[in-house]
């Protein structure tokens, strides 16, 4: 039944934002002269305050690690900065052993380098395509697969010599 | 005599770690809590800490000064948590008995011996908080946090979530509402 009670406090809805900015401070003068005003004659308004005022504070959690918990943080804490120290010194050496003035010779020799990738590897990729003769070795290749239609032809050939032949020798007997 | 601030970041500019360290130990309890606030996880919350401490050192040079090392190193511990939140809210969710465990992780203090149905309701009372905030929509619980947890005004918040004011208040009057209503039992 309190809980109901409790939990059915509702403010006047047009204070209601105004309440909880005044809760935490970040109200104006004048608004929250006119808050004060308000909440002296509403008596939900002064309980949604009074309600705000026990139940935000406890969800503050409050944790408080051991001793033991703070030596194993610093000591971690120790690992992994000396392990970024270290990275970060590898690469600041890399970059050190480059004076300022090899920048305008690194610029041209990547563009000459891109250039000649270009040019090399357009060719390396027109390479790569067939010949003009493996092209024509590769047109005849389906015709070999008639081949046997080809030499049945032939016999054909052979045999109307025959027949022609026979037919010569016939008539001349 | 304790270096400041200042001039432990000058020698951490010029690769010192020792110098860093020195900044970490000042700042590690704070920025932890910090972290927990969004993790509600002892180890994730150490994690975040340390990841902030890290983007820190590697980016030292680009400091320029103009306010303290550690509002400095504030943006980037809640630009951490923040991504933090992003990332944990495309992951899958966790499993209701995964977060019991973890609110029981929450309590344990190898100094402190408490009796059972002390530990029973601590527990239960800080797993109804925790759940809570966790049903909350990523926006509202960032602003409240921000707000309640951390005391940042509306408009570092707005500045910090890259958005208007107007929408930080609307935000954080929504998770208000929503955790008066959740928890009002505790009223």
Same mark, same amino acid.
């Given at each position: ?21 005044? *809760? *935490? ?5 004048? @608004?929250?002269?006119? #808050? ?18 026990? %139940? ?33 010194? $590898? $690469? ?9 003035? +090899?920048? &305008? ?19 390396? $990729? ?8 493996? !092209? ?17 032809? !032939? #016999?054909?050939?052979?045999?109307? +010599?025959?027949?022609? +032949? ?8 | ?5 200042? !001039? ?12 860093? @360290? ?9 920025? *932890? ?38 509002? $400095? ?6 630009? %951490?948590?923040?991504? *933090? ?12 008995? !995964? ?13 402190? #011996? ?22 909350? &929509? &990523? ?21 910090? +979530?890259?958005?208007? @004011? ?22």
């Amino acid at each position: 039944m309190t809980q109901q009670n409790k939990s059915s406090v509702t403010a006047c809805e047009t204070f209601e934002q105004e309440l909880v900015l005044y *809760y *935490y401070g970040e109200l104006g003068n004048t @608004e929250r002269n006119q #808050v004060d005003t308000h909440i002296a004659g509403c008596e939900p308004c002064r309980l949604y305050l009074k309600q705000m005022a026990s %139940v935000l504070p406890i969800t503050v959690a409050a944790d408080d690690p051991p001793q033991a918990f703070w030596d194993d943080y610093s000591r971690e804490m120790r690992h992994k900065l000396a392990a970024l120290h270290e990275s970060q010194s $590898w $690469w600041r050496s890399l970059l050190s052993s480059f004076s300022p003035w +090899m920048a &305008p010779v690194l610029a041209t020799t990547a563009v000459v380098l891109l250039a000649l990738t270009f040019n090399f590897g357009n060719k390396a $990729w027109r390479a790569n395509e067939l010949p003009q003769d493996e !092209e024509s070795f590769m047109e005849i290749l389906p015709m070999t697969e008639n081949l046997e239609f080809f030499s049945n032809m !032939e #016999v054909l050939d052979a045999m109307d +010599m025959l027949e022609s +032949m026979g037919g010569q020798a016939n008539s001349a007997a | 005599m304790k270096a400041a601030d200042e !001039e432990l970041v000058a020698l951490a500019k010029n690769g010192d770690t020792k110098a860093f @360290e020195e900044l970490v130990d000042r700042y590690k309890q704070k920025a *932890y809590h910090i972290a927990f606030d969004f993790a509600r996880d002892r180890e994730e919350a150490k994690d975040l800490s340390q990841d902030a401490f890290l983007k820190a050192y590697m980016n030292i040079k680009k400091f320029d000064g103009r306010s303290g090392f550690y509002t $400095w190193f504030y943006r980037i511990l809640v630009n %951490v948590c923040l991504d *933090y939140r992003r990332r944990k809210q495309r992951a899958p969710v966790e499993s209701y008995e !995964e977060k019991l465990e973890s609110g029981a992780r929450l309590n344990q203090d190898p100094n402190a #011996v408490p009796l059972p149905e002390q530990l029973v309701t601590a527990g239960q009372v800080s797993r109804k908080i925790g759940a809570a905030l966790e049903a909350l &929509p &990523p926006k509202q619980r960032t602003a409240f946090i921000l707000r309640n947890h951390e005391g940042l005004s509306i408009r570092e918040i707005a500045q910090m +979530m890259q958005t208007a @004011e107007g929408t930080v208040k609307v935000h954080l009057h929504r998770a208000v509402a929503a955790l008066r209503q959740s928890l009002a039992e505790f009223a």
